[in-house]
């Protein structure tokens, strides 16, 4: 198999160095197919045993992004309800039962069975490595997101994930973003600082 070359200079400033977080959008819809798209893109990236855990709901109508806005904090809310749409990443703590489909090599499921501990830190590491993936799918694809905490966690778990064993992780909103709703961008540090080779 061929050795990838680098990618150029436009696409990373685009997926990292120019890329930000926004806080507002410009009035540019999205369509039901981008969201399609980002999805067919976040799944290919790797998670433990291809365990996929990380659930999504879509807010695109008004009345859904409404009931979003509730339950976060006021800032967090007004930034919810201007977006084209917010996406809920949640976490299933069953994805174990879809693993004789997503990971046939071995016996996956039975590393989970019975086992709290290791079902909810997998779910909570990968479906957080998903949502990277959705953030790095939109920017590939010519969007912006802006991620988010400052909610009501349990009450995004009743409102949206009802009856199941899904759970919030994060909220993100998408669009096209509006770059006068953006900060100064926040210091980056040198390799020394933070790194290690050993």
């Known amino acids: 198999m061929?050795?990838?070359?680098p990618l150029n200079d436009a696409a990373l400033d685009q997926l990292f160095r120019e890329a930000r977080t926004y806080n507002g959008y410009l009035g540019k819809p999205v369509g039901d197919e981008q969201l399609h798209a980002i999805w067919d893109l976040m799944k290919m990236a790797p998670t433990s045993a291809n365990c996929l855990p990380a659930r999504i709901i879509w807010c695109t109508s008004d009345d859904a992004k409404k009931k979003l806005a509730a339950m976060a904090m006021p800032s967090n809310g007004e930034k919810i309800?201007?977006?084209?749409?917010t996406a809920i990443i949640g976490m299933d703590l069953e994805f174990y039962e879809h693993l004789p489909d997503l990971f046939p090599h071995d016996d996956a499921k039975s590393w989970f069975v019975g086992n709290?501990?290791?079902?909810?830190?997998?779910?909570?590491?990968?479906?957080?490595l998903q949502g990277g993936y959705f953030i790095?799918?939109?920017r590939a694809l010519g969007l912006d997101t802006g991620p988010m905490s400052g909610f009501d966690n349990a009450a995004v778990d009743a409102g949206f994930f009802g009856d199941t064993k899904v759970k919030s992780n994060f909220i993100s909103t998408l669009g096209y973003g509006d770059p006068e709703s953006i900060f100064d961008r926040s210091p980056r540090p040198e390799f020394s600082r933070f790194n290690t080779v050993a």
């Open 2 to 5: 061929p050795v990838n070359a």
């Open 116 to 128: 709290d501990a290791l079902i909810e830190s997998t779910a909570f590491r990968n479906s957080t």
């Open 136 to 138: 790095m799918a939109a």
């Open 81 to 85: 309800l201007s977006a084209p749409v």
